[in-house]
Every structure is written in structure tokens, then in C-alpha cells.
């Protein structure tokens, strides 16, 4: 069986082929050199440029797939969540794919790509703790089989990539946040500046596994404000202390809770070299499995669409061609 699967959710164009355990094709344009110069993504702008790429995209894919469209079986593609215009690019030219070819057809949630975007790399046993860390959404999830999540936890404000992408704002880094604070923390002292690691006290029982970022965030923008002398670098890597000591104390409580020794951590944020390093060393490896993706499955792009879509088809999962968008889970 062979699958497309299409990504279009907020700043990236991406297609790709899957078939039979392996990834063919994986091509995936980056919008951020038009939304570089704004500080961040502009969504009218992001679905113009979506519709200007999606389809030369697609016949990339397929060629450097090797295979005509008459091989595709099926038509996996984003549908929620995310920006609705872009969106909607992606869906639309999807469901017409799927219609003028007569190929089955089923909607993805992007975050339920990322939870199980290790599989395109790792054989990984269940049950499983997955850490989803995006620049939209952070998320801690029990997964007892394929397609039996339990959600423990999420973010109240902004999510783990948001703060990364606003916090490099105020330091004058630059968009996307991410890999720039990740450079300039390399020069800094992760210890001189103590932020607070919000709710990790445990005193609502409530908020053992939920995140809330927007205190760090303000702390930092407030460290910055009453010391113009700071020091950047030393800002940004100690931010970044603050930020990954926040989601081990979360992810370590939900593995001890669950009893599970296999973890994921998936999403743009787990590009990070430094988390990577921290997460190895704490989570000891006698004793636990943790599977990152490689960045190129990291950041947003349609392989993972393609693997979970053509997973839902072979359970025989369609939609048909009236689905819609959502920008919320
Ligand atoms: O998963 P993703 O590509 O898109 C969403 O679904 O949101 O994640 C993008 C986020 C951005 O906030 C970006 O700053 C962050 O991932 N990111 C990183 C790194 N690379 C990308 N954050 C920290 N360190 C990085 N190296
Ligand atoms: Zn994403």
C-alpha cells in the first residue's frame, strides 16, 4: 500500500510518500525566509504562499518517490490543528487529489503525527509517555496502544516552542526562536539566573502533569527590563535550564505514575541539542528507552502525516469528502 500524506498547517508546504514501512519521498518547503522579517508567521501571508507551492510540491514528491500517481492508494492529509487558511489549502487540494484520482482519503490531527512521528525511525514497544513540545502545543500523553491515548496534561498559556519564539523576540534574536536561543545559550551560564519553574510544587492535584509558560516568559521579559546591562547569553541559557528542568520534573512524575519505561518526545522543540543531553542524562538509560526523532521528523513535515494516515487507512479509519478544518484540537 502506498500513501500521500500532505502537511500545510502553519509555515511549511509538505508532501510525502509512504509505503510499506519506509518513507520515499519527504519534501518539505519552509515559508520562514518570508515570515523571518516579521518576527513570526502571518497567516494570510502563510495560505497565499501554501496554494503557490502545494501542487509543484506534490509532483516532487511523486517523482522523487518513483512512482506514478496510479501507484497511490491512499490520501492522508492535516485537517486540525493549526492555522484554518493554511489549512484549508492543504485539505482542499488533498480531498481533489483524492477525488479526481478515486483514492481512499482520511484526515490527521498534526499532533497525534507528532506523538507517533518516532516510529518512522524506532520500533517502540507500548504502553508509552509521549512529551509533545511544539511551537503551538505542549502535551503529556499516556499511550496504552496504537490509537489509545490518554491526554494527562497540556499548557494553560503559551506552549513550550511560543515561549522559545517570544523570549528570542525580546532578546532580538530573530524567527524561528528555537535554534537561535539554542546557539546563543551555548555562550551562557544555564545557573546565573534563577526562573521560576512554574507548577512543578505539586500542590494542585490538578496540575501534576499541565504546564504554564507565560509566568517564565514574563519573569524573563522582566529580568531583561530592570538589567539593561544583561547578559544575553547567559538570559537564553538560563531560560532554557528553567524551560527543560520544567518538563522533566512533569514527564518524570507521568513515567513514575504509569509505571512506563518507554519515552517519546516529539515536536520542533525536541530539535534542541542541550534538551536532548538533559533528557539522556536524567532519564537513566538501564532503565528507560527515550526516542527522539531526527530534527527533519522534529519540525513539521508530511512524512509523519503519511505514517499515521496510511496506519488509520489499513484499520480501514476513512473520512469522506465533506471533512473540514479546525484550528483547535
Ligand atoms: O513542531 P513544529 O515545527 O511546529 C508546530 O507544530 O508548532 O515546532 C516549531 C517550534 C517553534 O516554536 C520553534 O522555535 C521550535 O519548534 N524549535 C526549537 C528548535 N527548533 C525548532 N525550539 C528549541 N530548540 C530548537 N533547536
Ligand atoms: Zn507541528
Redesign the pocket.
Known amino acids: 500500500m502506498i500513501t500521500i500524506g500532505f502537511e500545510s498547517s502553519?509555515d511549511e508546504t509538505s508532501v510525502a510518500i509512504f509505503s510499506e514501512g519506509s518513507i520515499l519521498s519527504n519534501i518539505v518547503y519552509s515559508q520562514i525566509p518570508i515570515h523571518e522579517k516579521f518576527g513570526g508567521v502571518i497567516p494570510e501571508i502563510a495560505s497565499r504562499d501554501h496554494v503557490k507551492k502545494i501542487a509543484t510540491i506534490t509532483s516532487t514528491a511523486i517523482q522523487e518517490a518513483g512512482i506514478t500517481i496510479k501507484d497511490i492508494d491512499g490520501v492522508a492529509v492535516t485537517n486540525k490543528p493549526g492555522l484554518v487558511g493554511s489549512l484549508v489549502v492543504g485539505l482542499s487540494f488533498a480531498k481533489s487529489f483524492a477525488y479526481y484520482n478515486h483514492k481512499k482519503f482520511v484526515g490527521v490531527d498534526?499532533l497525534k503525527a507528532?506523538l507517533y512521528s518516532p516510529f518512522l525511525e524506532y520500533d517502540i514497544s507500548y504502553p508509552f509517555i509521549a512529551l509533545t513540545i511544539?511551537?503551538?502545543h505542549t502535551s503529556i500523553t499516556y499511550v496504552k496502544a496504537f490509537n489509545d491515548e490518554q491526554l494527562l496534561g497540556t499548557t494553560y498559556d503559551d506552549a513550550a516552542?511560543?515561549a522559545?519564539?517570544k523570549i528570542a523576540k525580546v532578546l532580538g534574536l530573530g524567527y524561528?526562536?528555537?535554534?537561535l536561543?539554542?546557539k546563543c545559550a551555548l555562550a551562557g551560564n544555564p545557573k546565573a539566573i534563577k526562573f521560576p519553574r512554574p507548577l512543578t510544587t505539586n500542590k494542585n492535584p490538578e496540575d501534576l502533569y499541565n504546564f504554564s509558560f507565560s509566568g517564565l516568559k514574563s519573569s524573563v521579559i522582566n529580568y531583561v527590563r530592570t538589567n539593561p546591562a544583561f547578559c544575553k547569553e547567559d538570559v537564553a541559557a538560563s531560560f532554557q535550564e528553567a524551560l527543560f528542568e520544567t518538563l522533566i520534573i512533569k514527564l518524570n512524575r507521568a513515567v513514575k505514575d504509569t509505571k512506563c519505561h518507554n519515552i517519546v518526545i516529539a515536536?520542533?522543540?525536541a530539535?534542541?541539542k542541550t534538551l536532548k543531553t538533559k533528557f539522556n542524562n536524567f532519564f537513566n538509560q538501564k532503565t528507560y528507552s527515550l526516542f527522539i526523532p531526527s530534527p527533519k521528523y522534529?519540525?513539521?513535515n508530511a512524512a509523519m502525516v503519511a505514517y499515521l494516515g496510511d496506519k488509520y487507512l489499513k484499520m480501514a479509519r476513512y473520512d469522506d469528502l465533506e471533512l473540514g478544518v479546525n484550528s483547535r484540537i
Not at 176 to 179: E, F, L
Request: net charge negative.
Open positions: 502553519c498534526h507528532h511544539s511551537g503551538g516552542g511560543e522559545f519564539d524561528p526562536g528555537g535554534p536561543i539554542e515536536g520542533g522543540v530539535c534542541n522534529c519540525t513539521d
